[in-house]
């Protein structure tokens, strides 16, 4: 079945040095566009942990997150940013003489300042990158999860509604040789009265030119063809399923062609019909795919 591009996973993982939250978020997107919220000791691996996505999602906007909390304060260090914090207790200092104010710092105000502060690991740790890649992994399983769900009820519904499709092109079909008839029937009928109360009398060479011209404007048969296999195709990547969402937005762009098409030269009203609501299903059917990876 084919996954949905949104969908929400997470995953916690604790041991006895740190705690570690996950959170995957997925919207549709033309592409796989990975927005990140790490902590600043990890975003060196960035390019490291997208391989690891990239591996479980192939399209749409994805947004990760990790809320990493130390339990111990052995295996990290505090970096406080000395040349920033100097610069910002000269600029005080500076500005008590001017106002000739005593100037007495409170260091430990600059612990409020994040700016100022990054946090580190002591020493690199392949076993901690390890730990959180596993994090990541089962969060990416459980956003797949959701995305197979939503998946499974997108291509449910679109199934009906391809084959509902499916049910009008052929009674287009089949309404299709009978207008055909119709209208050439009447063609002649009309030519014949004119060329009589012209005194003419009407030519088989002229009535055959003038339905051949007409039989042309009216016939849908390729489109019909083409617009079967599409919704054939259409219908059989659904239950083939995997990553399918761009080759079916094609197939409905190039389904959509083509109904138009017979709905240009349709000159019946029943075919009308169901051409206005072939189209407005299909505009259903393009709405819902834009959500499938």
Request: charged residues 30%; contains cysteine.
């Amino acid at each position: 079945m084919p996954k949905s591009m949104t969908g929400y996973g997470k995953s916690r993982l604790e041991n006895d040095a740190y705690t570690q939250v996950w959170e995957v978020r997925g919207v549709n997107g033309r592409f796989l566009d990975l927005k990140w919220r790490l902590p600043y000791f990890l975003r060196s691996q960035e390019a490291a942990l997208e391989r690891v996505v990239r591996e479980a999602v192939a399209r749409g906007r994805v947004e990760i997150h990790l809320e990493f909390t130390p339990t111990g304060s052995s295996p990290w260090k505090a970096c406080l940013n000395k040349g920033l914090a100097g610069a910002m207790l000269d600029e005080l200092e500076a500005l008590a003489r001017e106002r000739e104010t005593p100037f007495a710092p409170d260091f430990s105000r600059l612990l409020s300042v994040p700016q100022l502060w990054k946090e580190e690991a002591a020493e690199d740790d392949s076993e901690l990158f390890s730990n959180l890649t596993e994090g990541l992994r089962q969060a990416l399983v459980d956003f797949n999860q959701a995305r197979a769900k939503e998946g499974q009820a997108l291509a449910k519904d679109l199934l009906e509604r391809f084959e509902r499709l499916d049910a009008w092109q052929k009674a287009i079909d089949a309404l299709t040789p009978t207008v055909k008839a119709e209208k050439l029937e009447a063609l002649v009928a009309r030519i014949t009265t004119v060329l009589e109360k012209a005194g003419m009398e009407p030519t088989q060479d002229r009535l055959l030119q003038e339905t051949a011209i007409l039989a042309d404007r009216l016939d849908v048969s390729e489109e019909m063809t083409r617009l079967a296999g599409h919704l054939d195709r259409l219908i059989g990547l659904i239950r083939k399923g995997g990553e399918i969402g761009k080759r079916l937005d094609f197939l409905i762009q190039e389904a959509f062609r083509e109904i138009n098409t017979c709905g240009n030269k349709a000159q019946n009203l029943e075919i009308s019909r169901l051409v206005v609501d072939f189209k407005a299903e299909l505009e259903k059917c393009r709405e819902q795919v834009q959500n499938i990876e």
